[in-house]
């Protein structure tokens, strides 16, 4: 199952959802972006983690990266040993290993085009990680739900030949030094939560979610492409 899909929801808005951060994300979501801008020159971008567990992080340092300046710090992770502590940036080396950049040749517009990344509490790992970082670096509005909170980082430790003990030997922190484990990412701008809706209200949800982020990206209208 593709773990991104893309459409426009309106000419020049364009509209990403990441289901989970698989080996391909960072890739079909350059592709994803270049058909965008074959249509022309986008206004506005929703970024949509929603319901996201996570993933790869090497995938979610690469969905940061296309939108973030070279080199800027998307996570890095503290713990009590020198080896628990990583600094992870906007750079080719921390996303991908082989092959031409999947953002080399990106529209310079990826890097400033307006955007909101929609959260809630089934946004967990990875996808708090980039969601975290676009925020940090006011590069996007943050809209939804508080976050699950999952950022730790656990080792096993072998004890005899058929147990083991695991401990959390550090934790992930947004580029502000935002502790992401058991607090998750607030949003910027809150929305009603999914747990209030019954029946039919979860479609209207999301709908009227995704017509709040357009709002906020400039476009006025009371319709939004199914």
């Known amino acids: 199952v593709a773990s991104v899909r893309s459409r426009l929801l309106e000419p020049g808005y364009g509209y990403v959802r990441i289901r989970n951060f698989q080996e391909r ?129 656990q080792t096993i430790l072998p004890i005899g030949t058929n147990a083991g003990l695991k401990l959390t030997t550090a934790r992930y922190y947004t580029p502000a030094g935002r502790s992401i484990q058991a607090k998750g990412i607030e949003p910027d701008i809150a929305l009603v939560k999914y747990k209030k809706l019954v029946g039919g209200g979860m479609l209207k949800m999301v709908n009227t979610t995704i017509r709040r982020a357009l709002h906020r990206l400039g476009y006025e209208s009371n319709q939004v492409k199914e």
Request: proline share 3%; hydrophobic share 40%.
């Open 25 to 153: 994300s960072g890739e079909d979501l350059a592709r994803a972006l270049k058909d965008f801008y074959k249509q022309g020159e986008l206004k506005g971008l929703v970024l949509d983690v929603r319901a996201d567990p996570g993933g790869l992080l090497n995938q979610a340092v690469a969905v940061s990266a296309a939108f973030l300046p070279k080199d800027a710090l998307v996570v890095y992770t503290d713990g009590r040993t020198p080896d628990a502590r990583m600094r992870l940036t906007a750079s080719r080396d921390n996303y991908q290993r082989r092959g031409d950049d999947w953002f080399r040749d990106l529209p310079a517009g990826v890097k400033k085009v307006q955007m909101v990344v929609l959260v809630d509490g089934g946004t967990a790992s990875a996808s708090e990680i980039v969601a975290g970082a676009l925020q940090d670096h006011k590069r996007a509005t943050v809209m939804g739900a508080s976050t699950f909170g999952k950022g730790s980082v």
